[in-house]
């Protein structure tokens, strides 16, 4: 819920100890105070002592809490960010902002239409020639079993991105094996299939068949930065003396794993930072 990161306005004056960095943001107890004045539920003294606090306080952060830090430490993308930077970090206006790439996840229950997928195939491979079986017959060109992953290229005219079997992440290796030679077997088994929109149910049903009563969950979000070649980098350092980012690493790679080796290093940035300062009394 930070709105703000500044460097402290006597900072030029501070001990080494002493904390160089304001953070303005929300709290808790600002957003429940803000809920009930709008829904009309908060008492006469509420309502009052919030107009106080905020009266008293907007001209310099705009009604935020202001806490002083040493180290401040940015876990999200600045692309997607109301975070503002005043007196720290530089411009950082001047790395281009990537767009974020759409990715919606859809899961049902079913088996794979091998049928749709073979006369799909033979749509979009031109220069057989006159009277081929397989353009006769789609049946021909159908895998003998359901594949457990199916990936498409950019050019596709497919409205999807890949589809995939599912595993629960707690499953064995055996009772994983299990699951996949029976999607193969073409026993109804739950797949995930990414798209750049939500798909109706309609699109959905000409390459599955879906169990009787199998809902579709979606979940639409933006996945991950659009990668350019050459293009420029934000740094994980963004004031050397003490404000760190921990997403820097998803303009390269984005994922939860990724995300691990982010924190990772800015936990090391910020060991260096305290053994730095470290004096004979302790830090």
């Not at 895998?143 to 005219?157: E, G, K, M, R």
């Not at 049903?205 to 579709?216: E, H, P, V």
């Amino acid at each position: 819920r930070a709105r703000l990161v500044r460097r402290a306005s006597s900072a030029s004056h501070l001990a080494s100890w002493e904390p160089s960095f304001e953070v303005a943001y929300h709290t808790a107890e600002q957003d429940e105070a803000a809920a009930k004045m709008k829904s009309g539920g908060s008492s006469p003294a509420e309502a009052a002592a919030a107009a106080t606090r905020k009266q008293t306080t907007e001209s310099e952060t705009e009604g935020l809490f202001v806490e002083a830090f040493h180290i401040v430490i940015v876990a999200h993308p600045l692309e997607q960010s109301k975070l503002r930077f005043e007196g720290c970090c530089g411009d950082l206006s001047q790395v281009e902002k990537p767009s974020f790439q759409r990715c919606t996840a859809h899961f049902l229950r079913g088996t794979l239409n091998l049928r749709n997928f073979a006369e799909a195939g033979i749509k979009q491979v031109s220069g057989r020639p006159a009277g081929d079986p397989y353009e006769a017959d789609p049946q021909a060109s159908m895998p003998l079993f359901a594949p457990a992953q199916i990936l498409t290229t950019a050019d596709t005219t497919t409205p999807f991105y890949s589809i995939g079997l599912q595993l629960p992440v707690d499953m064995s290796h055996k009772d994983a094996h299990e699951v996949v030679t029976r999607a193969e077997r073409g026993e109804p088994q739950v797949y995930k299939i990414f798209a750049s929109e939500p798909l109706p149910e309609a699109e959905l049903d000409k390459w599955f068949t879906r169990t009787r009563g199998s809902q579709i969950q979606v979940v639409d979000w933006y996945a991950y930065p659009q990668y350019t070649v050459p293009q420029t980098f934000r740094p994980f350092v963004l004031d050397a003396d003490g404000v760190y980012y921990i997403n820097a690493i998803e303009q390269v790679a984005s994922a939860m794993e990724m995300s691990l080796i982010g924190a990772r290093n800015v936990t090391n940035l910020v060991s260096d930072w305290v053994s730095q300062r470290r004096g004979p009394r302790g830090f």
